[in-house]
Nanobody, 127 residues
Framework: QVRLVESGGGLVQAGGSLRLSCAASGSTFSSYATGWFRQAPGKNREFVAAISGSGLNTYYPNSVKGRFTIVRVNAKNTVYLQMNSLKPEDTAVYYC????????????????????WGQGTQVTVSS
């Protein structure tokens, strides 16, 4: 129903910024909650950010709060992750995910809540 393609990853110095994009196609994008997750080698998949279908609600873990911002532009079927003040520990493959969210009964931080996943984009932050 939904296909997701991430882009925008790359190599940056610590303290730098990157903007990731998640382009969606398929069913009505605004009906889906969207999340970003990341996975570094040897580590578990980690929640990074999420946004409700309406864009009214956003969620971040403490590790990125204040540095990362998730925004969606439903008219463009795109979700962005603006990453500022990047740290070496942010290095990972970043994945975009989407899931059909029933308002009030969706755990935005849980990977198991999402049904559709992109292929990932590598973010590397050098010290």
């Amino acid at each position: 129903q939904v296909r997701l393609v991430e882009s925008g990853g790359g190599l940056v110095q610590a303290g730098g910024s990157l903007r990731l994009s998640c382009a969606a196609s398929g069913s009505t994008f605004s009906s889906y909650a969207t999340g970003w997750f990341r996975q570094a080698p040897g580590k578990n998949r980690e929640f990074v950010a999420a946004i409700s279908g309406s864009g009214l609600n956003t969620y971040y873990p403490n590790s990125v709060k204040g540095r990362f911002t998730i925004v969606r532009v439903n008219a463009k079927n795109t979700v962005y992750l603006q990453m500022n003040s990047l740290k070496p520990e942010d290095t990972a493959v970043y994945y975009c995910a989407a899931g059909f969210a029933v308002s009030g009964s969706f755990s935005y931080t849980g990977a198991s809540q999402y049904n559709y996943w992109g292929q990932g984009t590598q973010v590397t932050v050098s010290s």
